[in-house]
């Protein structure tokens, strides 16, 4: 086999592959055995009949077909492994000459993995931020657990709506004197300023006391969902029933005992700080750990293809619908809902796509300018992980992978991984760390 590379441009090559007649006649005869191997002839046993006599029931064309499948998978892998080219797309094969007795010649078009220039990865530096847990952060944990904790109360009679405070209301909405679908609702307990309805409707409520009946005026945005109330004016018929308030526990052992295990409010303090300086602690080295990581693959060049940044911006679609379907949605219903086009997500994507791939194409290259290995103990450590968060089996978890092929899609991963670590014990100062 010989292969010759011509550039298309910076990404594509066109690798013109030429297979010997010798060759081509040994992949016809591979053709013969796999159609013989998977069709039943009658008066044959299954894989030994013979040339002829699938050329008669199937034609001469098909057994040629099955021969180029065979040849040009086998040479194309070969001319990547000679040439040393990554494929990020599948080739545009092109025929040239192929004929029985003669020399295959074929074109395999393809966008390559582009070349990383890595600069500064090691000694790196960055800001390590403060884990420092305050007094008044501890008391605006207690506030969230009393916000929990709160119960709902009638407010006294005569008492005015104000902001925060929840109103039981019946509202009918109209557009132009005519009721419209979902404009309607019975005892809907509004929170005041949480804006939860369209703007504006909130606020007019806001003196009214329960009883009052009140009639909110408003338009809608003009990027409302529904497209036909759009820009629209409404008018909401609106009766409060009641105004009712949370009412928060005093901050006391007796509510430690209510809210936690602990029997003070000291002992609960201090259990809150202690898991909140280990969240800081977690977080800024999280945050360390990035910013370095972030440094690495800003410091190296690469020119990435287009295409690269298309295929990962589908698989982050691709992955919004799978998180959408496990809670019972469809990515159609949150793109209606959301006022947004397929096209708009892929553009939102974008930028964060193109980030993704540079960053994983600039671990690839630490990776093997390390030479970092990725060992058996390697991946079932990853398995393991893996299977934990998915509460399965790792036996289960692997048998997927390597039914589904993606196991050097694994292996990447976690070489990536493993040269993200690279990056981190060697920043500057991580020994004193240690």
């Known amino acids: ?23 081509v006649d040994k992949g016809i005869k591979q053709a013969v055995k796999r159609i013989a191997g998977q069709v039943n002839i009658p008066g044959f046993r299954k894989g030994h009949a013979p040339r002829r006599v699938l050329e008669m029931n199937f034609g001469k064309d098909a057994i040629l077909e099955e021969a180029f499948e065979v ?35 074929f074109k395999a078009t393809v966008t390559k993995r582009p070349e990383v220039k890595l600069g500064d990865y090691k000694g790196l530096e ?60 019975k005892s809907y ?23 009052d009946d009140v009639t909110v005026k408003v338009t809608f945005p003009e990027d409302y969902f529904v497209a036909e109330l759009a820009g629209k004016e409404a008018e909401f018929k609106t009766h409060i029933h009641d105004i009712k308030r949370k009412e928060l526990p005093e901050l006391n052992d007796e509510f430690a005992k209510e809210a936690s295990s602990y029997e003070t409010i000291e002992e609960l303090k201090k259990d809150l700080r202690a898991k909140m300086e280990e969240e800081a602690s977690r977080r800024a080295i999280d945050t360390y750990n990035a910013d370095l990581i972030q440094t690495a693959v800003k410091n190296a060049t690469v020119d990435i293809p287009e295409v690269m940044i298309e295929d990962r911006v589908e698989q982050m679609i691709q992955e919004l619908a799978m998180n959408m379907e496990g809670r019972g949605l469809k ?52 398995i393991f992980i893996m299977a934990q968060n998915f509460g399965a089996d790792p036996k289960e978890v692997w048998d997927i992978i390597a039914k589904e092929g993606r196991v050097a899609m694994l292996a990447g991963s976690v070489a990536r991984k493993k040269a993200a670590r690279f990056i981190i014990d060697n920043a500057k100062g991580a020994e004193a760390a240690k």
Do not use: C, W
């Not at 086999?1 to 010997?20: F, G, R, S, Y």
């Open 1 to 23: 086999m010989k292969a010759t590379v011509n550039p298309v441009d910076q990404h594509v090559v066109t690798l013109t592959i030429e297979v010997p007649a010798a060759e």
């Open 331 to 382: 990515l159609d219903d949150y793109l209606k809902f959301s006022n947004k086009t397929i096209e708009d997500l892929r553009s939102e994507y974008k930028d964060s796509a193109a980030e993704n791939v540079r960053a994983d194409l600039v671990l690839d290259a630490i990776a093997t300018a390390e030479g970092i290995e990725v060992t058996p103990d390697d991946m079932n450590r990853e």
């Open 126 to 185: 960055a800001e390590k931020q403060d884990a420092t847990v305050t007094d008044e952060q501890i008391e605006e944990q207690l506030n969230n657990i009393r916000e929990q904790q709160a119960k709902m109360v009638v407010a006294e009679e005569g008492a005015t709506i104000q902001k925060d405070d929840f109103a039981v209301i019946d509202f009918a909405g109209s557009v132009d004197g005519k009721p419209f679908d979902g404009g309607e609702g």
């Open 189 to 211: 307990p509004l929170q005041i300023g949480s804006g939860s309805f369209i703007p504006g409707f909130e606020d007019q409520l806001i003196g009214a006391k329960a009883g």
């Open 71 to 105: 040849l040009a998978s086998q040479n194309y892998s070969a001319a990547l492994r000679e040439n040393d080219i990554v494929p990020v797309t599948d080739p545009e094969i092109e025929r040239e000459q192929f004929e029985e007795g003669k020399d295959l010649i």
